[in-house]
């Protein structure tokens, strides 16, 4: 197995920390799906894999409508065989359609287009299998081996690599995938990550008055039907299931950070069901000048509201894109001001589920105080 990790591929870091998930029912088969020339599969071609890597994890974080906090895949394989690890074994993928699907397999992606190269080379298949041993091995992977089209509508992976799919996913010559857990995972396709909020933390497994708290007020809200005992101060499969219950009927239903209904809380659903965020608040102590309203901010526009907000961003070290130059303070609202902006909402829970950019009262209030 050639494996190559994030740092020897130069991967950038996550925009965010990347949910930590337990262990799948398996793992799903994708492919690039655009235009990948049948050159890259060339001998003397590997040494540019690298490099489209790099590419690959930019057009996810630039990617316009998904909100990807970094590559979507946990693992993608060139056509030389070789692995480069994505997200990693135990965390939850990005890419299967839903936040459900995605909690349920890991993802792994072939370097296979819908035109130039489409048909899987040896060395591709025989390192797909790797992928999969590697995430059974570490990330515990249950035995199944599926492709994106599994449940979700899309051509992915292709059909020549979703006939090698349901041809049992094995080496060229013939050898199955290594490990994997027997049967179905216990517990697989429920979420069984957590998530900090407010410094208390969520999901499967955390303890403490706060998960009573939030089993109290799903079942006050009707949402406690798959609670045989408790609820209780530890969060269990039971509390995932009565809290997806809970986003479902708040219309989530998206892959977006946020919009999530896997039935692991998010500050939004969490604000929305106890009324306010239970935890460790932000001390204050300064007062925030007041709110210059939302006009100041258009972007390519100037405004001296402008230079007090970069003045913020500087303080709580929120100055990640830039020119180039570095982050400086400035009248002018730019896509880098914005973008910074954006950056501190998805940090901040309050904020989070309307990380646009655009500093309204409460992202002024905050960043400035
Ligand atoms: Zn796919
Ligand atoms: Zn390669």
Redesign the pocket.
């Known amino acids: 197995m050639k494996l190559v990790t994030r740092a020897a591929w130069g991967a950038r870091p996550p925009r965010y920390d990347l949910a930590y998930i337990a262990s799948t029912g398996g793992v799903k088969i ?1 492919y690039e ?1 655009t235009y990948v020339p049948k050159s890259l599969a060339a001998a003397d071609a590997h040494s540019t894999c690298a490099g489209r890597m790099r590419d690959l994890q930019a057009s996810h974080l630039n990617h316009p409508t998904e909100d990807y906090s970094d590559i979507a895949y946990n693992a993608v394989v060139c056509p030389h065989g070789t692995i480069y690890e994505g997200r990693g074994p135990h965390r939850k993928t990005g ?1 299967n359609g839903n936040s459900t699907l995605n909690a349920r397999d890991y993802a792994v992606c072939a370097m296979l287009g819908n035109s130039g190269l489409v048909v899987p080379p040896d060395a591709m298949l025989d390192g797909l299998v790797d992928a999969v041993t590697w995430l059974r091995n570490k990330g515990a992977a249950g035995k199944r081996v599926a492709g ?1 089209r599994d449940g979700h509508p ?1 051509a ?2 292709g059909d020549r690599l979703y006939e090698w799919v349901r041809g049992g996913a094995v080496r060229p010559d013939g050898e199955s995938p290594q490990g994997g857990t027997e049967g179905e995972v216990p517990g697989s396709g429920i979420a069984r990550y957590q998530v900090t909020i407010n410094g208390l933390r969520y999901g499967y497994g955390a303890k403490g008055a706060h998960i009573t708290a939030v089993g109290k007020a799903l079942v006050d809200g009707g949402f406690g039907r798959h609670y045989k005992v408790g609820p209780g101060p530890e969060w269990t499969d039971a509390d995932t299931r009565n809290y997806q219950l809970f986003q479902l009927a708040m219309g989530y239903t998206g892959t977006a950070p946020h919009e999530d209904a896997d039935g692991v809380p998010g500050p939004v659903s969490l604000q929305q069901l106890l009324g306010k965020l239970p935890g460790k608040t932000p001390e204050r102590t300064t007062t925030a000048p007041p709110f210059p309203g939302r006009s100041a901010f258009v972007l390519g526009k100037t405004n001296p509201a402008v230079t007090q907000l970069d003045g913020g961003l500087i303080r709580k070290g929120f100055t990640r894109h830039h020119d180039g130059n570095g982050y400086q303070a400035g009248s002018r609202f730019t896509t880098f001001t914005r973008k910074n902006v954006a950056d501190f909402q998805r940090a901040t829970p309050a904020l989070a589920g309307d990380a646009d950019g655009y500093p309204g009262p409460l992202t002024w209030r905050l960043l400035l105080s």
């Open positions: 994708h799906g890419a994106h899309t992915c992976p």
